[in-house]
C-alpha cells in the first residue's frame, strides 16, 4: 500500500513532466491510500481550474482508493511530525497518516524530501 500525495495526483491529471513517474503508482487504486485532506486538496485544485464535473469524475477515481480520515491519533502524530520536521499542517497529516497505515508516502512535494519511508520524485 502506497499513499500518492496531492502533488502525485495533480500532476498525473494535468499531464505534467513527472506524470509517467505516477502513473505506475495510480493505475492500481486498491493498493492506494488516500487521506480525506488530499481528496480535499485535489477536488478543491480540479474545481478552481475547471468545471465541477471535472471535479467530480476525478473525485470519484480516487475515492476507489482505501480512504483514511482524519482520527485523534493521526492528528497528535501530525503534530509531533509537524514539529519535528517542520511540515505545514496539511503535510504533516498526509505524513502521519503513512506512518499509521505503516505504507510509503510517493510525492514531489518538497516538504517531503529526504523525510524517511517517502519516495521522492
Same mark, same amino acid.
Given at each position: 500500500?502506497?499513499?500518492?500525495?496531492?502533488?502525485?495526483?495533480?500532476?498525473?491529471? /494535468?499531464d505534467g513532466p513527472k506524470a509517467?513517474? @505516477? $502513473?505506475? *503508482?495510480?493505475?492500481?487504486?486498491?493498493? /492506494?491510500?488516500?487521506?480525506?485532506?488530499?481528496? @480535499? $486538496?485535489? *477536488?478543491?485544485?480540479?474545481?478552481?481550474?475547471r468545471k465541477e464535473s471535472d471535479a467530480l469524475i476525478i473525485y470519484a477515481q480516487m475515492i476507489k482508493t482505501k480512504i483514511v480520515d482524519l482520527t485523534a491519533e493521526i492528528a497528535r502524530t501530525a503534530a509531533e511530525l509537524s514539529l519535528k520536521y517542520s511540515?505545514?499542517?496539511?503535510?504533516?497529516?498526509?505524513?502521519?497518516?503513512?506512518?499509521?497505515?505503516?505504507?510509503?508516502?510517493v510525492t514531489s512535494d518538497p516538504h517531503f524530501k529526504n523525510l524517511?519511508?517517502?519516495?521522492?520524485i
Amino acid at each position: 500500500m502506497i499513499i500518492v500525495d496531492s502533488f502525485g495526483w495533480i500532476e498525473y491529471l /494535468i499531464d505534467g513532466p513527472k506524470a509517467q513517474d @505516477y $502513473e505506475k *503508482y495510480l493505475l492500481k487504486p486498491s493498493k /492506494i491510500i488516500t487521506p480525506t485532506i488530499i481528496l @480535499y $486538496e485535489v *477536488y478543491k485544485k480540479v474545481r478552481q481550474e475547471r468545471k465541477e464535473s471535472d471535479a467530480l469524475i476525478i473525485y470519484a477515481q480516487m475515492i476507489k482508493t482505501k480512504i483514511v480520515d482524519l482520527t485523534a491519533e493521526i492528528a497528535r502524530t501530525a503534530a509531533e511530525l509537524s514539529l519535528k520536521y517542520s511540515l505545514p499542517m496539511a503535510d504533516a497529516v498526509i505524513y502521519a497518516t503513512a506512518k499509521n497505515e505503516n505504507c510509503k508516502l510517493v510525492t514531489s512535494d518538497p516538504h517531503f524530501k529526504n523525510l524517511p519511508g517517502v519516495t521522492f520524485i
